[in-house]
DNA sequence: CCAAATCTGATGTACGTAAATCAAAATCTA
DNA sequence: TAGATTTTGATTTACGTACATCAGATTTGG
């Protein structure tokens, strides 16, 4: 049997309500006291019930995630799962507030960073933007104890608690590598197409696929980035542009949002040119495009996982517990039409 | 607040025990009271506080795990994932027991099945070996109300409530896909290595890859595939054999375990020859081979995921309660040496 | 050594549910 | 309608922890 509370106090010769004190770190302790206690906890192996202290203080974890406001897939895909997640809050004893900002700008950022920190939550979890005083609104909160996460993009050089998102250096790379072998040993130019280089996770997975191509695949030659803003009509134009002006190129890379306008520019201009394309996240729509072979393979990462990892990081960090680092990694998924979901 | 018991009672016009008696479908309800009850828990949209029911009821979870006694690293890691599940017992109200059968073996796994029905568990994970008799087993416990997953390898026809493996047909289209992309549009013969077609895993792989490979690369001829018993010494020996006697083998399909022996085929016999190789399974060899050139790609199940899913789906079939879905899939993992966790 | 301050123990209630007991009420049977 | 039977209610204890209160013990300062 699990030892209780009722075994701390046997073991340490002292009274329930002294245990109690040192569990719940009130005062009014000796200090020899308390650590013929916390003695005691270690070589018993007590660990707290939390199921059970949850209960008694009928405590619930007051979460709040802070999400761009960008109208593309895989923004609402993310959106629905945190409100897949609202709708298990009873269960999972959660009380989970979405709050929406405008997407790539670091003021509004802070602002309701700042006023979270008077609010003081149980976690925060959110899309960060990568600017210095994003930063410091973050290491502001954890120095003042309250648990914080990024998610899909993470923060240079902050304190933050986790990052629920992938390695996007990596996925670069092995979008790098799937696209050159594909290619076998031709020759050519590789379109890129971005959201925009002011969100580390893109300006990442353009790191990692240049290097790659750069050290493996020299015979293929990156043009320069286009800049879609994740905004599909946007994307369209210009990858149309690019597609009729340049008839080197033989791949393309899309790394950002806005495939929706990249797939229609593939449909209308290169039918006859079996372009080798690489494209990142499965909506809907690249995921008839993979089907139809118009893309080649998707590289994706799982926004369900990652707003259930961030709630259980998030929920552990407040009750200062341990995780299961393997279960909070997120993965890259490579997807090719046969091992869809 | 969430609603209680207490609210049921009130809501129904009946007191706490009928509310008790309902609840825990004990005796002594007469129907229409029943229905009130039922009807008011529905209304309000009662859920039951699981963490405060398992208190009450002291209650743990014994399962039991039963995997082949396979000498091969993907059956080590599995038996230590299964350890780390154990040693997280206390926290999850688990009480995990591994049983080991011997592999390939149906009668004996049979008959530790039909032990376990007099010791009723509240769940079963296994590695089915995939045979009428054990089908006809596991179905008898699933009638007698235990709750049964199959881990790895699943059973065809049966009633186990769930599957915690990868798609092994989408794995073989995968492999055949990336090999057939990886190798341009060369013409040559593809070496199937695999453990035995006994077992299901195994045997949907192959169907998969063979399909993927005659639909759309018929440049690619497989060879009649060679069986290693997933043991490293056999698999050295026969695949040393098939590259000496066969110059046309341009790739590699090693869809079982026992890697360890191929990879040292691969390097003694075809350092020069610039194969293109495609194993599963991630281990500490794998991992090298890929890091090293001598395999392009690792298709992987995460054994850690399957583990801790089957466990959350055991739980929750004995509670009566529903899954999220889509925690529950396991993925097929690719590997390039570029996202190497 | 005494008073004041500090520390410790004993005890009770609460959280939401399970499970048991016993009494009372309702229903059924003859 | 009496008596047996079934159904329902009321109440209590328990699970492991949190938290509060008050009394008693120990230590500290002067």
Redesign the interface.
């Known amino acids: 049997m699990?030892p209780t509370v009722h075994d701390i106090a046997a073991a340490a010769g002292v009274s329930l309500a002294t245990v109690d004190r040192v569990l719940n770190q009130r005062p009014g302790v000796r200090h020899v006291t308390r650590e013929k206690v916390e003695k005691a906890i270690r070589e018993i192996g007590y660990?707290r019930?939390?199921?059970?202290a949850?209960?008694a203080k009928g405590r619930t974890y007051p979460l709040v995630f802070i999400l761009p406001a960008s109208d593309n897939s895989f923004m609402h895909g993310l959106n629905d799962e945190v409100r897949a997640a609202v709708a298990?809050s009873?269960?999972e004893r959660t009380d989970i507030r979405t709050l929406e900002v405008p997407a790539f700008d670091p003021t509004a950022l802070v602002r309701v960073l700042d006023e979270l920190g008077k609010e003081r939550p149980s976690g925060i979890a959110l899309v960060a933007t990568d600017a210095p005083e994003v930063r410091d609104a973050v290491d502001r909160l954890v120095q003042d104890g309250i648990p914080v996460v990024t998610l899909v993009s993470d923060l240079t050089g902050s304190q933050r608690h986790h990052y629920a998102g992938v390695?996007n250096i990596?996925?670069g790379?092995?979008a790098?590598?799937?696209l050159g072998?594909?290619l076998?040993?031709a020759t050519g130019e590789i379109a890129v197409l971005a959201g925009s280089m002011l969100v580390r996770d893109h300006r990442e997975r353009l790191e990692?696929f240049a290097s790659?191509m750069a050290a493996e695949f020299p015979l293929l030659s990156i043009l320069p980035v286009i800049e879609g803003r994740d905004d599909p009509e946007m994307a369209h134009m210009l990858v149309a542009d690019a597609l009729s002006k340049k008839s080197g190129i033989i791949g393309v890379y899309s790394l950002g949002a806005g495939n929706r306008g990249l797939i229609r520019a593939l449909k209308e201009k290169a039918v006859d040119r079996s372009l080798t394309v690489i494209a990142h996240e499965l909506t809907t729509h690249t995921r008839a495009a993979l089907l139809d072979g118009t893309i080649?393979a998707i590289l994706n990462q799982?926004a369900?996982?990652e707003v259930?990892s961030a709630i259980r990081v998030l929920k552990a960090k407040a009750d200062g517990l341990a995780v299961?680092e393997?279960?909070e990694?997120i993965?890259?998924?490579?997807f090719?039409?046969?091992?869809l979901?």
Do not use: C, E, S, Y
Request: charged share 35%; hydrophobic share 40%.
């Open positions: 699990r660990v019930d939390v199921a059970a949850n209960l298990r009873p269960v390695d990596a996925a790379r092995t790098a590598r799937l072998r594909f076998g040993g990692g790659v080649d799982d369900g996982h259930r299961i393997a279960q990694r993965r890259l998924d490579i090719l039409k046969d091992n979901p």
